[in-house]
Structure formats: C-alpha cells, structure tokens
C-alpha cells in the first residue's frame, strides 16, 4: 500500500492511524533517507499507542521505551549500529518478540536480525511533487 503526504501533519497521522491498530507482538521497520520524516511518523504512531511522553530518536542510545494505553513501546534507532552483536548486547530479542510493539528506525541496517513477520514503512521524498511531500509505502 502506499499513501501520499503533503505535510509533516500527514506523515504523523499516518502514524497515528498504524499505531492505533498495532498489537502486541508487532514489529515495524522504517526506512528512509535522512529528514524524510521518520521521526514525525514514529511520533505519531507512539500517539497512536497512546504513548503522553514526548518521543524523539534514540540515536545514542539505541532504544526508548514507552508505556503505551495497553501495551509497552519499544523504539529503536540502529542508525549507528556498527555491527549486529551490539544489538545482542541490548537484548533485541527480547525486545523483538516480547509483549509490547517495536518501531525500528533504519532497520536495513540489521536486516539478518529481524523477525521474518514485520511491516516494513518506506518513506521517500519526491520534490517534483513538492519540498514537503512524501511516498508512505506499507507493506
């Protein structure tokens, strides 16, 4: 599936409406360029969750977690992932395939890792339709 975005607004509403449907157990993998908007879509999908607490990337520390409306939020940021054993070294398998709902910035990255049942999230700009505009593709 994909969904267009015209502003920053669509990308977090976008989120919003995923989170909101999400379930224990899920694990989300996003992907896309620097400033494609990744972190607004995770700010909205932590919402969605019903996560109060304001959500930025973990880029230092890997991951954040977030107590959710019924379940907890695992956001991960593996963009300076230099090797997959640091991931081990934080646990990610408990993470991956615990209770609460996992958000993966970058997760190209450590592909070999990931649980072969996700929903990958593409985001892409295309300036021809426009500086703020972005491809949400889902699948």
């Known amino acids: 599936m994909i969904i267009e975005s015209f502003k920053a607004e669509d990308t977090y ?13 899920q ?13 607004v879509f995770t700010q909205g999908f932590a919402k969605g969750l019903g996560v109060d607490e304001h959500v930025n990337s973990p880029t230092f520390t890997i991951i954040q977690e977030y107590d959710g409306r019924n379940m907890s939020f ?7 992932i230099g090797d997959v054993s640091e991931m081990e070294e934080i646990g990610y398998e408990d993470y991956f395939y615990g209770d609460g709902v996992c958000l993966i910035e970058w997760a190209e990255l450590i592909d070999e890792i990931l649980p072969k049942h996700r929903t990958t999230i593409r985001i892409r700009k295309n300036l021809s339709k426009g500086y703020d505009y972005r491809e949400i593709e889902i699948v």
Not at 27 to 39: A, E, P, Q, R, S
Request: charged residues 20%; glycine residues 18%.
């Open 27 to 39: 694990v989300y993998c996003i992907n896309g360029d620097l400033g494609v908007g990744k972190t």
């Open 13 to 25: 509403q976008i989120g919003y409406d995923l989170g909101s449907r999400a379930t224990m157990g």
């Open 74 to 80: 695992y956001h991960f940021d593996v963009y300076r």
